[in-house]
């Protein structure tokens, strides 16, 4: 059966990379277009790179699929967690996750990374909570209906998802070159640097989940990129000198922008990234 078929309510969760546009792309193909029972949303966190907003507009006035812009916000009911933007009113600035950590007063890390839960898996949960289509659906009916894009060559990401329904591209066997020539032979693409495949500016420009390394390097190519990071870690809003860092087994991102400025190296070449929902 083709993988890209749907034959129940389902929500395309689009990161706003290269690989969950495919994902959408294969599926408006096997499906003559997008099916009435299915939905795509893109989560919106306020500090994703203005090309991969771009590219998700691009995508979806390109393939004319409509494209549902979901950003959190603070509310007293938990249902009422986000609300639907556009590419012209969504944030550009971090407000929805400034947001977040404003309500929490502490900062997410490696172990609590409730910005991935919040901003992200929730905040569209509760988009398809008010949609209609997922009414009759319980929670974990709920989060099986979203398909994720992780390709063939992520196993021990994809491993952890039990329900390989939700991964079209793992059981497609699509890696990341066939990503890069899909890409290559289209129209328009996401005007972002890739290494090795890798988009190190994909997601939350400066994710703490990313390897040191790379926040170093786009430190390093466009300062005023760790300005919001290293504002929110002085904000200073948690009563525990742990809750007011986003990592505290590495330099704070204005330390990392006084060592970029400085030109001094500070990180580890081999170091990897932690995987999240975020996707590319």
């Known amino acids: ?36 029972d299915a939905v795509v949303c893109f989560a919106n966190t306020g500090k994703e790179e203005e090309a991969t907003l771009k590219f998700v507009n691009d995508c979806s006035t390109n ?53 991935t839960s919040e901003l992200k898996i929730r ?5 398809l909570k008010h949609s209609g289509l997922f009414n009759d659906c319980s929670k974990s009916e709920l989060e099986s209906a979203s398909w994720i894009g992780l390709r063939y060559d992520e196993d021990r990401r994809a491993a952890k998802i039990a329900d390989k329904r939700r991964i079209p591209l793992f059981a497609a066997g699509v890696t990341v070159q066939d990503i890069s020539n899909f890409w290559d032979a289209q129209t328009f693409n996401l005007e972002l640097p890739t290494h090795n495949g890798r988009t190190l500016a994909g997601n939350c420009d400066l994710c703490f989940l990313k390897p040191m390394n790379q926040v170093a390097t786009l430190i390093a190519e ?59």
Not at 123 to 127: H, L, S
């Open 222 to 280: 466009r300062p005023a990129r760790a300005i919001w990071w290293a504002n929110m870690e002085e904000l200073q809003l948690a009563s525990k000198a742990s809750g007011n860092a986003f990592r505290q087994d590495r330099p704070s991102y204005a330390s990392m922008m006084k060592f970029a400025a400085d030109q001094m190296p500070l990180f580890d070449q081999d170091e990897e990234g932690i995987a999240c929902f975020c996707g590319d």
């Open 1 to 36: 059966m083709n993988p890209y078929l749907i034959t129940e309510p389902t929500c395309i969760s689009f990161s706003g990379g290269r690989t969950s546009a495919y994902m959408l792309y294969q599926v408006l193909q096997a499906n003559n277009g997008l099916p009435s």
């Open 63 to 115: 393939w004319r699929v409509k494209i549902h812009w979901l950003e959190y916000q603070a509310h007293d009911d938990p249902i009422q967690r986000y609300k639907e933007v556009t590419y012209e009113t969504a944030a550009r600035h971090g407000e929805p996750f400034e947001e977040l950590i404003r309500q929490r007063k502490y900062l997410p890390n490696p172990v609590t990374r409730f910005c």
């Open 123 to 127: 905040t569209m949960a509760c988009f």
